[in-house]
């Protein structure tokens, strides 16, 4: 009652005394309220310009979007159907258990409907993670020049990350971690095929890790990039038909199957870590919309047939321009390439002279590789845009 009636009087105050008077007040309410130091310490996202402002603003005629490793063939056509069918009942809640989605999804690995987990992409499941799992002074173990929402999510939780550095191929170090791992170890977490760096970690290397980390870690797999390295790599592992008691499976619909935007992602593993993860998960998560584009989309085998078949024989080409023009890139087992450019210096040269030429493409500064730039596969007229772009630059070098 007091705060509210300070507060109108600020509100309705018509002369700079009472004015002075009610602004004092609120700073003095807004220093009361502390904010923890793991938030203060995050950035807030800053997007740069919109994509239709650059693209005006360079006069581009034509363009090809490379730098979030989306699927530009567009969302399944039949997650679109699906969509259109839920609409009409969007003015009821959707179903919290996922029934439906979680059953098709158990069914499609082989696993029971308690051992599956969906949510606003495999990044708010990641979230869940650390409200589910984690206690105060657990600690997160991981590589460094993984997927950055890891370290944000984490601090957002106040978890703390320790670190080991990439191997020389760019690619977790396992022996490391495995050295790395302490009384306060929690969790440890590998990106297969590593973002940003397309980086695999084989079967036999991966059942070799989880078998000799101690029980009762928890090994995060996240496989986002399955769809493209199972078709790219033989001895790609699929950890989503694992039954080791203390392994999770991330997986998501935002790659392979085009529907980033509506955010739906999964996990698969122990009915007790999904039953965890389930508890904390919002209520309504994810929304009826997102529960019906993943029902759609797990049928629609044509689209993915396309979407797989076009990366697998498009990276090739990847491969033979970065030869001819001599540039160092990482095998990748993902639906993009990373270029070690060497410097940060030349990395912002080929961003800045790219998109003057309509290829938009994504520097790696934000992942701690700042020598580094990733390249995702589009479709066939955009990589060539891509591929003439960068024949353009090599010849400018050269002069």
Not at 119 to 134: C, K, M, P, V
Not at 285 to 305: H, K, M, V
Not at 374 to 392: H, S, Y
Request: with cysteine; glycine share 6%; charged share 20%.
């Amino acid at each position: 009652m007091f705060i509210g009636y300070k507060v109108n009087f600020l509100i309705n105050a018509t002369n700079s005394s009472d004015l002075k008077f009610g602004r004092l007040y609120l700073n003095q309410i807004s220093d009361m309220i502390h904010i923890p130091e793991n938030i203060q310490e995050l950035k807030s996202y800053k997007p740069g310009k919109p994509l239709p402002q650059i693209i005006k603003e360079l006069n581009l005629s034509e363009v090809a979007v490379l730098w979030n490793n989306e699927n530009n063939f567009g969302p399944s056509p039949r997650a679109l159907e699906c969509i259109a069918k839920a609409t009409p009942n969007s003015h009821l809640y959707p179903d919290p258990v996922c029934t439906e989605l979680r059953t098709l999804l158990a069914k499609k690995w082989n696993r029971s409907f308690d051992e599956v987990a969906v949510g606003n992409g495999s990044e708010s499941i990641f979230n869940n993670l650390f409200n589910a799992f984690f206690k105060e002074g657990e600690e997160l173990l991981t590589c460094e020049g993984t997927f950055v929402a890891v370290y944000i999510w984490a601090k957002a939780n106040n978890v703390k990350v320790s670190t080991v550095p990439l191997n020389q191929k760019f690619g977790f170090d396992l022996d490391a971690l495995l050295g790395s791992i302490n009384d306060k170890t929690k969790a440890i977490y590998l990106s297969n095929p590593n973002n940003p760096t397309g980086a695999m970690i084989a079967e036999q290397d991966l059942v070799e890790f989880i078998e000799k980390v101690p029980e009762h870690i928890l090994i995060i797999v996240d496989e986002a990039y399955y769809e493209f390295a199972n078709d790219l790599g033989v001895d790609y592992p699929n950890s989503a038909n694992y039954k080791y008691e203390n392994v999770l499976t991330l997986r998501t619909f935002s790659k392979a199957y085009g529907i980033a935007a509506i955010r739906i992602g999964y996990a698969i593993g122990h009915s007790k870590l999904i039953e965890a993860i389930m508890k904390v998960k919002l209520t309504f998560e994810p929304s009826n919309l997102a529960q019906a584009a993943g029902i759609g989309a797990l049928s629609d085998f044509e689209y993915l047939e396309k979407t797989i078949s076009n990366n697998t024989s498009e990276i090739q080409k990847y491969y033979a321009v970065f030869k001819e023009l001599d540039l160092e890139y990482i095998p990748s087992y993902g639906n993009f390439v990373m270029l070690n450019l060497k410097t940060e210096g030349i990395v912002q040269y080929y961003f800045e002279e790219l998109m003057k030429m309509g290829v938009f493409v994504r520097p790696l500064k934000a992942f701690g590789l700042s020598h580094c730039l990733r390249i995702t596969v589009g479709l066939p007229e955009e990589n060539e845009l891509c591929f003439k772009a960068l024949r353009k630059l090599a010849a400018v070098s050269a002069k």
